[in-house]
């Protein structure tokens, strides 16, 4: 995915990104891919497989929530910073919290940050269970399994707010017995199934509330 496909790609999802934008998650994909030789961050590194796998996939948690409505949000095990630098770039408005459990990924995030010129946004070196605070939207991406995950992140969402999970296939995983466990303690929403453009991986976004 060139960045002409990664534009049209977005206003299908209405998402229409300015000049700076863009020129921001650039600089994102170089500093990405510097840092990456020397602390491991991702095994995708070709210009073309970031903007599809972590750029557009990070975005794609709009096609169940208008991220504009919401004031904060918090990525748990954003690793290197997926979904949360991307959504900030994209989305000034929210105050972003990312957590992760390993102090260099946090250090590379911060610098991140601070050479992006980002806003109210911060990394944490913490484990999520461990941390507390409250915030509208919850996020994690290809984090641990459904079940797992959950207890995880699930005393980070406001009463009124959601835990967004986005994954890959999601059928081996969600089993009728664990997804009639999960309802027991939980509201799920929604389950978004589709496929990445192009390569049509499949992606699911499941959303979730306290009850």
Avoid at 32 to 39: D, H, Q
Avoid at 101 to 112: C, G, M
Wanted: glycine share 4%; aromatic share 8%.
């Amino acid at each position: 995915m060139n960045q002409s496909d990664f534009i049209e790609e977005l206003k299908k999802i209405n998402i229409f990104p300015k000049e700076d934008q863009l020129n921001k998650l650039h600089k994102f994909y170089e500093l990405l891919t510097n840092w990456n030789k020397k602390i491991n961050l991702t095994r995708i590194t070709e210009e073309k497989e970031v903007y599809l796998k972590h750029f557009y996939d990070s975005l794609t948690i709009t096609k169940v929530i208008d991220l504009n409505k919401y004031n904060t949000l918090c990525d748990v095990g954003t690793g290197a910073g997926f979904p949360g630098i991307v959504l900030k770039i994209m989305y000034p408005n929210l105050k972003i919290t990312l957590i992760d459990s390993l102090q260099k990924r946090v250090n590379y995030l911060n610098e991140i940050i601070k050479e992006l010129d980002l806003k109210e946004i911060e990394a944490i070196h913490v484990r999520a269970e461990d941390y507390k605070g409250q915030f509208d939207v919850v996020t994690s991406r290809a984090v641990a399994n459904i079940e797992k995950l959950v207890t995880y992140t699930m005393h980070l969402v406001s009463k009124n707010g959601v835990f967004i999970a986005m994954k890959g296939d999601i059928d081996k995983e969600l089993t009728p017995d664990i997804t009639n466990k999960l309802e027991k303690k939980y509201s799920i929403i929604s389950i978004e199934k589709f496929s990445l453009p192009i390569e049509n991986s499949k992606r699911c976004l499941i959303t979730m509330k306290n009850k």
